[in-house]
């Protein structure tokens, strides 16, 4: 596998179930990020991991909680969402944390929240 | 906080024929700008980045995109598109107020008809 990938690509959840999406870049890459692309909406970042440290939180509901656990990883765990949070999920890293830095996507996980 | 217009939704051209993606954004000091590009059910992927020097960058796939300061623009131009630049196009600004993250416009799809 090269670049980054996430799994699973689709996914379909009822309001009271627990998920995870998985991220995996093969970049030796040391920022990571999740955002969310909803329909007719501008992407929105909604976490942003460098070194395995959280530095951006963009007031993002707490039933979604990220984590890290090395560099390669990234996790988004999902708890008792809501309709509205249906979307494509897309993963991104970077070589670092910094405002020149291109990042790098995953295809992205579609959430279907019933 | 820093934001980014993309004023056409869509974007519908003759193959062969020339297009120009407009994106402005809202900033009065330096940032570092991006075009991304989104082929159907794939993550975003870098086109070009402006972060200092020329004013004109180009991509490998005969696009091209100008900074101009004054106008606070970064339009994306191609004399000539093909079937194959049917996507959608995301233009996106860092630096300035908004530190190290990635502020995205809503994106232009780009149509391209035979």
Known sequence: ETGVTQTPRHLVMGMTNKKSLKCEQHLGHNAMYWYKQSAKKPLELMFVYSLEERVENNSVPSRFSPECPNSSHLFLHLHTLQPEDSALYLCASSQDWGPEQTQYFGPGTRLLVL | ?114
């Open chain 2, 1 to 114: 906080a820093q934001s980014v217009t993309q004023l056409d939704s869509q974007v519908p051209v003759f193959e062969e024929a020339p297009v120009e993606l407009r994106c402005n954004y809202s900033s009065s000091v330096s940032v570092y700008l991006f075009w991304y590009v989104q082929y159907p059910n794939q993550g975003l992927q870098l086109l070009l980045k402006y972060l200092s020097g020329s004013t004109l960058v180009e991509s490998i796939n005969g696009f091209e995109a100008e900074f101009n300061k004054s106008q606070t623009s970064f339009h994306l131009r191609k004399p000539s598109v093909h079937i194959s630049d049917t996507a959608e196009y995301f233009c996106a600004v860092s630096g300035g107020n908004a530190g190290n993250m990635l502020t995205f416009g809503g994106g232009t799809r780009l149509m391209v008809k035979p």
